[in-house]
Nanobody, 124 residues
């Protein structure tokens, strides 16, 4: 089980920026994919951005051009730079580690590790 801790959330006005950070308990070099998800009340978590161990990056359509995912492997850190924030971006943002991303096999039930989440609120 990979331990993940998110930070950087807070209150920001529309059009503002925030940078979220995720600290992992072990080397992210050996993790198939690191990702950011977000969750609205009563909804399932949805993918925001993902970066694989070979630096392939994927963004959800609703954040393309506004958010940037990056990592610092030497520090076991993953970041999400969020610009041009909108009220509809308000959610709890979670860091995710997928040990089996891209595998043709289903992997174990606990293939995903999650942080506790950090609240992002965009409001005027």
């Amino acid at each position: 089980q990979v331990q993940l801790v998110e930070s950087g959330g807070g209150l920001v006005r529309p059009g503002g920026s925030l940078t979220l950070s995720c600290a992992a308990s072990e080397s992210i070099f050996s993790i198939a994919a690191m990702a950011w998800y977000r969750q609205f009340p009563g909804k399932e978590r949805e993918l925001v951005a993902l970066i694989t161990m070979d630096d392939n990056i994927k963004y959800a359509d609703f954040v393309k051009g506004r958010f940037t995912i990056s990592r610092d492997t030497s520090k076991n850190m993953v970041f999400l730079q969020m610009n041009s924030l909108k009220p509809e971006d308000t959610a709890v943002y979670y860091c995710n580690a997928d040990l089996w991303y891209g595998s043709s096999f289903p992997g174990p039930a606990n293939r995903h590790s999650w942080g506790q989440g950090t609240q992002v609120t965009v409001s005027s």
